[in-house]
């Protein structure tokens, strides 16, 4: 008897938490991974503030290159960049926001330093966000790249000193790279070293007085609520629920 009564209290309690778990909402399930960072930091933002997304195909989302016009739809692509870049013209209409994107498919870190003159610096941005990682760890395995966990952590602290020194007053948003596993592109040759970019990209976000957004934590808690091919369809590029997810996490990451 008292047996089944422990029984039922643990199957209660069970079903309990997945019942918690089911009706929290996504924009709580977001709140929650930043909640469980130590260190959490938000961005401020002020009138006639420049902001610059940049980072891989993550954040290019096939926007048009050609155009390099300032708040334009097409030159946002049609990932996070361009959902945040909605609402925060949206919602800070008052400030005067000018918002570009000029991420790459397939970049590492060497090579947005290798253009980071024309696509960053010139542009004088008051908030920068950058977003890298993942290729440098992916194209480990598919591309022949001999990059390493160290040429990752040497190249984008150097990327970022030189950015402070060009521009002091920069308010830095730093991403982690992110992959769902078990998803196509995703498999178990990811694991463990990718994990060691992604500790690379937190620990850089704190020596650079950023705010750092854990996407990681986030996609991982999305998928109590749908599995990971609804947020991602190869385990990297989000889908448009994924590209949401993103963006909603980013806005987080700032304040007005």
Not at 17 to 40: C, Y
Not at 155 to 161: E, V, Y
Request: charge should be positive.
């Amino acid at each position: 008897m008292n047996e089944n009564k422990s029984n039922s209290r643990r199957n209660f309690l069970r079903n309990s938490s997945l019942a918690t778990v089911a009706s929290l909402s996504i924009p709580s399930l977001v709140t929650s991974a930043f909640a469980a960072e130590p260190m959490r930091k938000k961005i401020g933002l002020q009138k006639g503030d420049v902001i610059l997304f940049q980072g891989d195909s993550i954040t290019d989302a096939g926007r048009k290159k050609d155009d390099a016009g300032v708040n334009a739809a097409s030159a946002l692509g049609s990932g996070y960049a361009m959902l945040a870049a909605s609402d925060l013209l949206y919602k800070y209409a008052d400030k005067s926001l000018k918002i570009y994107n000029r991420g790459i498919s397939g970049n590492k870190v060497y090579q947005l330093a290798d253009r980071w003159q024309k696509d960053c610096l010139d542009l004088k941005p008051n908030v920068l966000s950058i977003l890298v990682g993942v290729n440098d760890f992916w194209h480990t395995l598919v591309n022949g790249y001999k990059g390493t966990i160290e040429t990752y952590r040497d190249d984008f602290t150097t990327l970022l000193t030189r950015t402070k020194q060009a521009l002091p007053d920069v308010k830095l948003i730093i991403g982690e790279p992110y992959a769902v596993s078990g998803i196509k592109a995703v498999d178990e040759k990811w694991y463990p070293a990718f994990n060691d970019y992604r500790t690379a990209a937190k620990e850089i976000a704190g020596k650079f007085d950023a705010a750092f957004i854990p996407y990681q934590s986030i996609y991982d808690k999305a998928q109590q609520s749908a599995p990971g091919v609804y947020w991602t369809g190869d385990g990297v590029h989000p889908t448009l629920a994924g590209a949401h997810l993103m963006a909603h996490a980013w806005m987080e990451a700032v304040k007005g």
